[in-house]
C-alpha cells in the first residue's frame, strides 16, 4: 500500500493523507472522497509519506492530468507568501495530460520588422540583461521590440507568453501577432469558450500553438519548454489577482523567470515605482509616429464645462474623433473641496482620509487617525467639502442631448461584456462609424485609434485624492496613458479637468516621467513599498459585533510582534458588503519573513489576507 498527502484542488483546507494500492507519481490529479460527499472532490498528489497511525481512504480515481515540477514548486511559493492553501494555489494551473503527444514539427518565422538604432538598442539591452525593464514613451514600437524578442525564442523551438492586463487589448494585438506568427499563436482569456480552451491547451501541448497571448490566467498554462513571459503595460493594477489566491502576475512571472531560468521582459510607457527601483531598465524616448500634443486645463465644478463642449465640438467638425475617460463606470464617490481641489489629509500619513458615514467621520486606515467631518476645507478654510459624483452613463447621456447627430457610445464593463461586443465596438470606433467614445480605464490600454484628436479627462482629481499611498503613482500614469491614444499620427490635444494643474502639467511630458518615479521613491522611502512589505487582513461577517471581536483579538496578537508594525485598523471604507460587516488590519515590515510568519498565523475563517496590497 501507498501513502499520499494530496492537495485538494480550490479547497482552503490543508493537505489529507489517502492510500493506493498502485504508485502515483507525484504531481497526478485524482479523485477522492471527502467526508460524506458523494461526488468526488479533485486533488493533487503532492508528497509520499510513511504510512500514517490513522486509519486512511483510498484514492478513488487517478486521471490522465499532471502537474509538472515547476508548476507544483510555483505552487509552493505561491502558498506561502501569499497565503493560501497549496490547494487554491494549484487550482490557478491547467494541468498537462497524457493523452497529448507532442507533434515533432519545427516552424519557422521571419517577422520582416526593421528595427530604428533606438529599438535595436534596446533589444539588446532586454536579451542581455535577461529580466529587464523596457521604459519607452507612448507610441515608440514596444510591440515590434517584443515580436522580435518572442520571434527569436520561438525559432528556438520554444514557447512564449505575452501577457496583456485587459483582455480590451487582444483584439488589436491578435491581429499583429497573427500576422507574424499566423495559427501558431493563441489568444487566452475567461471570455473564450470551453471549446476553444479545450483546443487551445491541446495545441500548446502538441507543440502548433507557440505563442500565447492574454490576460494573467495565460500565465498557468501547461508549457513544457518556455523561453520567454512579456509582460505588457506592467504598471497595470488589473495584473493583481482579486480573489484568492490574490497574487500578482507580474511579480509571479518575475519570480518563475529568476527561478527557472527564463528571459522575462516587462513594459510600460508608465513604469510602475517598483519594478522602477527593482528591474534594470533601458528608456525609449523617440516616437514611432511624429506626434505633437497639446494639453488644455479645465478647473470648472460642471462636468461638461463650456470649454470642453467647445473642443468637442471643434474636433467633430474637422471630422476627427473624440475619448472621454471617467475614472470608473461605477457612480464614484469622494470628499474633495469645490474651491481648491483638495481633499482631506490625514496630519501623520500623506494619504486622502476616508469618509465613514455610519461615524459621522473621517478615518485614515493606516495610522487610525479619526477627525469629524469639517464644514470648510481645512486646506483652504473656505470652500465646502462636498460629495461629488459622476458616471460614464451620465456623461454619455448628456452628450447625446447636446450632440443630436453623432454617434456617442460607451465603452466600460457594464457596455462590452463578452469578447464579440468588445471587437465589435473597437471596429466601428476605428472605422470612424462612432464620434465619441465615453469610457473608463479601458480607454487608455494601448489601442491606436488614429483618428482620435482630443481626449477629454474627467474626475482625475478623485483618483490624485484616493486613500492610497499609490494615489499619485496611480493618476499621473493613467493621465500618460489616456493622452497617448490622441494624436497617435500628426498633432492631438488633451483637455484635463482638474484643480491639480501644478502636479500634472509639470509631469505630463513623459520625459519628466522619470523624474516622477524618482521623487515618489523619496518620498516613500522607510514608508511604503518598494522599501518593505504591506499586508491588509479583511474580517468579514454578519455579525457585526461578533467580526468586531474578531479584529480586536487579532490586532492584540499582532501587536505582540515587535518585527512587525500595525499601521492601522478600523472599519473598512466600503464597511457593508454583500450583506456582511467588514473590518481591516494593515500591516508593514522590512523583515518579509516575519510579516509572513504572522500572516499565516491568522487562521480564523473570517479573515482573507491581501499580501502585497495595492492599496
Given at each position: 500500500?501507498?501513502?499520499?498527502?494530496?492537495?485538494?484542488?480550490?479547497?482552503?483546507?490543508?493537505?489529507?493523507?489517502?492510500?493506493?494500492?498502485?504508485?502515483?507519481?507525484?504531481?497526478?490529479?485524482?479523485?477522492?472522497?471527502?467526508?460524506?460527499?458523494?461526488?468526488?472532490?479533485?486533488?493533487?498528489?503532492?508528497?509520499?509519506?510513511?504510512?500514517?497511525?490513522?486509519?486512511?481512504?483510498?484514492?478513488?480515481e487517478?486521471?490522465?492530468?499532471?502537474?509538472?515540477?515547476?508548476?507544483?514548486?510555483?505552487?509552493?511559493?505561491?502558498?506561502?507568501?501569499?497565503?493560501?492553501?497549496?490547494?487554491?494555489?494549484?487550482?490557478?494551473?491547467?494541468?498537462?495530460?497524457?493523452?497529448?503527444?507532442?507533434?515533432?514539427?519545427?516552424?519557422?518565422?521571419?517577422?520582416?520588422?526593421e528595427?530604428?538604432?533606438?529599438?535595436?538598442?534596446?533589444?539588446?539591452?532586454?536579451?542581455?540583461?535577461?529580466?529587464?525593464?523596457?521604459?519607452?514613451?507612448?507610441?515608440?514600437?514596444k510591440?515590434?521590440?517584443?515580436?522580435?524578442?518572442?520571434e527569436?525564442?520561438?525559432?528556438?523551438?520554444?514557447?512564449a507568453i505575452?501577457?496583456?492586463?485587459?483582455?480590451?487589448?487582444?483584439?488589436?494585438?491578435?491581429?499583429?501577432l497573427?500576422?507574424?506568427?499566423?495559427?501558431?499563436?493563441?489568444?487566452?482569456?475567461?471570455k473564450?469558450?470551453?471549446k476553444?480552451?479545450?483546443?487551445?491547451?491541446?495545441?500548446?501541448?502538441?507543440?502548433?500553438?507557440?505563442?500565447?497571448?492574454?490576460?494573467?490566467?495565460?500565465?498557468?498554462?501547461?508549457?513544457?519548454?518556455?523561453?520567454?513571459?512579456?509582460?505588457?503595460?506592467?504598471h497595470?493594477?488589473?495584473y493583481?489577482?482579486?480573489?484568492k489566491?490574490?497574487?500578482?502576475?507580474?511579480?509571479?512571472?518575475?519570480?518563475?523567470?529568476?527561478?527557472?531560468?527564463?528571459?522575462?521582459?516587462?513594459?510600460?510607457?508608465?513604469?510602475?515605482?517598483?519594478?522602477?527601483?527593482?528591474?534594470?531598465?533601458?528608456?525609449?524616448?523617440?516616437?514611432?509616429?511624429?506626434?505633437?500634443?497639446?494639453?488644455t486645463?479645465?478647473?470648472?465644478?460642471?462636468?461638461?464645462?463650456?470649454?470642453?463642449?467647445n473642443?468637442?465640438?471643434?474636433?467633430?467638425?474637422?471630422?476627427?474623433?473624440?475619448?472621454?475617460?471617467?475614472?470608473?463606470?461605477?457612480?464614484?464617490?469622494?470628499q474633495?473641496?469645490?474651491?481648491?481641489?483638495?481633499?482631506?489629509?490625514?496630519?501623520?500619513?500623506?494619504?486622502s482620509?476616508?469618509?465613514?458615514?455610519?461615524?459621522?467621520?473621517?478615518?485614515?486606515?493606516?495610522?487610525?487617525?479619526?477627525?469629524?467631518?469639517?464644514?470648510?476645507?481645512?486646506?483652504?478654510?473656505?470652500?465646502?467639502?462636498?460629495?461629488?459624483?459622476?458616471g460614464?452613463?451620465?456623461?454619455?447621456?448628456?452628450?447625446?442631448?447636446?450632440?443630436?447627430?453623432?454617434?456617442?457610445?460607451?465603452?466600460?464593463?457594464?457596455?462590452?461584456?463578452?469578447?464579440?461586443?468588445?471587437?465589435?465596438?473597437?471596429?466601428?470606433?476605428?472605422?470612424?462609424?462612432i464620434?465619441?467614445?465615453?469610457?473608463?480605464?479601458?480607454?487608455?490600454?494601448?489601442?491606436?485609434?488614429?483618428?482620435?484628436?482630443?481626449?477629454?479627462?474627467?474626475?482625475?482629481?478623485?483618483?490624485?485624492?484616493?486613500?492610497?499611498?499609490?494615489?499619485?503613482?496611480?493618476?499621473?500614469?493613467?493621465?500618460?496613458?489616456?493622452?497617448?491614444?490622441?494624436?497617435?499620427?500628426?498633432?492631438?490635444?488633451?483637455?484635463?479637468?482638474?484643480?491639480?494643474?501644478?502636479?500634472?502639467?509639470?509631469?505630463?511630458?513623459?520625459?519628466?516621467?522619470?523624474?516622477?518615479?524618482?521623487?515618489?521613491?523619496?518620498?516613500?522611502?522607510?514608508?511604503?513599498?518598494?522599501?518593505?512589505?504591506?499586508?491588509?487582513?479583511?474580517?468579514?461577517?454578519?455579525?457585526?459585533?461578533?467580526?468586531?471581536?474578531?479584529?480586536?483579538?487579532?490586532?492584540?496578537?499582532?501587536?505582540?510582534?515587535?518585527?512587525?508594525?500595525?499601521?492601522?485598523?478600523?472599519?473598512?471604507?466600503?464597511?457593508?458588503?454583500?450583506?456582511?460587516?467588514?473590518?481591516?488590519?494593515?500591516?508593514?515590515s522590512?523583515?518579509?519573513k516575519?510579516?509572513?510568519?504572522?500572516?499565516?498565523?491568522?487562521?480564523?475563517?473570517?479573515?482573507?489576507?491581501?499580501?502585497?496590497?495595492?492599496?
Amino acid at each position: 500500500m501507498f501513502y499520499y498527502e494530496i492537495a485538494l484542488l480550490k479547497s482552503p483546507l490543508n493537505n489529507l493523507t489517502y492510500q493506493s494500492e498502485e504508485e502515483i507519481n507525484i504531481g497526478t490529479k485524482v479523485g477522492v472522497k471527502l467526508r460524506n460527499r458523494k461526488v468526488l472532490s479533485l486533488g493533487v498528489v503532492v508528497k509520499s509519506v510513511e504510512k500514517p497511525k490513522f486509519k486512511c481512504v483510498s484514492i478513488d480515481e487517478i486521471t490522465n492530468e499532471y502537474y509538472d515540477k515547476k508548476m507544483l514548486e510555483t505552487s509552493h511559493f505561491v502558498s506561502q507568501y501569499y497565503v493560501c492553501s497549496l490547494g487554491e494555489a494549484l487550482s490557478v494551473y491547467n494541468p498537462f495530460s497524457k493523452d497529448i503527444k507532442k507533434l515533432e514539427e519545427k516552424q519557422t518565422f521571419d517577422c520582416k520588422i526593421e528595427l530604428s538604432n533606438e529599438q535595436t538598442k534596446a533589444l539588446n539591452f532586454l536579451n542581455e540583461k535577461k529580466q529587464a525593464l523596457l521604459f519607452a514613451n507612448t507610441g515608440s514600437g514596444k510591440t515590434e521590440i517584443y515580436i522580435k524578442i518572442i520571434e527569436k525564442h520561438l525559432n528556438d523551438n520554444k514557447q512564449a507568453i505575452l501577457l496583456m492586463p485587459e483582455i480590451s487589448l487582444t483584439p488589436q494585438m491578435q491581429k499583429r501577432l497573427e500576422k507574424v506568427f499566423g495559427n501558431s499563436v493563441a489568444i487566452w482569456h475567461s471570455k473564450i469558450t470551453k471549446k476553444k480552451k479545450t483546443q487551445i491547451l491541446q495545441g500548446l501541448q502538441e507543440g502548433s500553438i507557440k505563442l500565447i497571448a492574454g490576460a494573467r490566467s495565460a500565465l498557468f498554462l501547461p508549457y513544457e519548454n518556455l523561453g520567454v513571459i512579456v509582460v505588457d503595460e506592467e504598471h497595470d493594477e488589473s495584473y493583481k489577482s482579486d480573489s484568492k489566491p490574490r497574487f500578482h502576475t507580474k511579480d509571479l512571472s518575475i519570480y518563475i523567470a529568476k527561478k527557472f531560468d527564463i528571459q522575462l521582459v516587462l513594459g510600460s510607457a508608465t513604469v510602475s515605482t517598483s519594478s522602477f527601483y527593482k528591474i534594470p531598465f533601458i528608456r525609449l524616448t523617440q516616437t514611432y509616429h511624429n506626434t505633437k500634443k497639446k494639453y488644455t486645463f479645465d478647473d470648472s465644478d460642471a462636468s461638461l464645462s463650456i470649454q470642453v463642449l467647445n473642443k468637442i465640438s471643434k474636433t467633430l467638425e474637422s471630422k476627427n474623433q473624440v475619448i472621454v475617460f471617467l475614472p470608473t463606470r461605477a457612480n464614484f464617490k469622494y470628499q474633495i473641496c469645490t474651491s481648491c481641489g483638495k481633499s482631506v489629509e490625514c496630519p501623520y500619513c500623506s494619504v486622502s482620509m476616508s469618509l465613514h458615514k455610519n461615524d459621522l467621520a473621517l478615518k485614515c486606515h493606516y495610522c487610525g487617525y479619526t477627525q469629524q467631518i469639517p464644514e470648510f476645507c481645512p486646506s483652504c478654510h473656505t470652500g465646502v467639502i462636498k460629495n461629488l459624483r459622476v458616471g460614464t452613463a451620465q456623461i454619455e447621456e448628456e452628450l447625446k442631448e447636446i450632440f443630436k447627430d453623432k454617434i456617442i457610445k460607451r465603452f466600460d464593463r457594464d457596455k462590452v461584456r463578452t469578447n464579440t461586443q468588445l471587437k465589435t465596438i473597437l471596429n466601428e470606433f476605428n472605422k470612424g462609424e462612432i464620434d465619441i467614445l465615453v469610457g473608463t480605464q479601458m480607454l487608455s490600454k494601448g489601442h491606436d485609434y488614429h483618428n482620435v484628436k482630443l481626449a477629454v479627462v474627467l474626475g482625475i482629481d478623485s483618483l490624485l485624492n484616493m486613500n492610497s499611498y499609490k494615489a499619485r503613482e496611480r493618476a499621473l500614469s493613467l493621465l500618460i496613458q489616456i493622452s497617448g491614444r490622441s494624436g497617435r499620427k500628426g498633432e492631438g490635444e488633451v483637455i484635463i479637468q482638474t484643480k491639480n494643474q501644478e502636479f500634472f502639467d509639470y509631469y505630463l511630458n513623459e520625459s519628466n516621467y522619470q523624474d516622477f518615479l524618482e521623487s515618489e521613491l523619496e518620498f516613500r522611502e522607510d514608508l511604503y513599498p518598494p522599501y518593505l512589505k504591506m499586508a491588509k487582513v479583511i474580517f468579514a461577517h454578519t455579525n457585526g459585533l461578533k467580526v468586531k471581536d474578531e479584529l480586536d483579538k487579532y490586532v492584540h496578537l499582532l501587536k505582540q510582534n515587535k518585527d512587525i508594525e500595525v499601521v492601522g485598523f478600523g472599519q473598512c471604507a466600503i464597511f457593508k458588503m454583500a450583506n456582511k460587516y467588514r473590518y481591516e488590519i494593515i500591516l508593514r515590515s522590512k523583515n518579509i519573513k516575519a510579516l509572513l510568519t504572522s500572516l499565516h498565523t491568522i487562521t480564523s475563517p473570517m479573515a482573507s489576507i491581501d499580501m502585497d496590497t495595492i492599496y
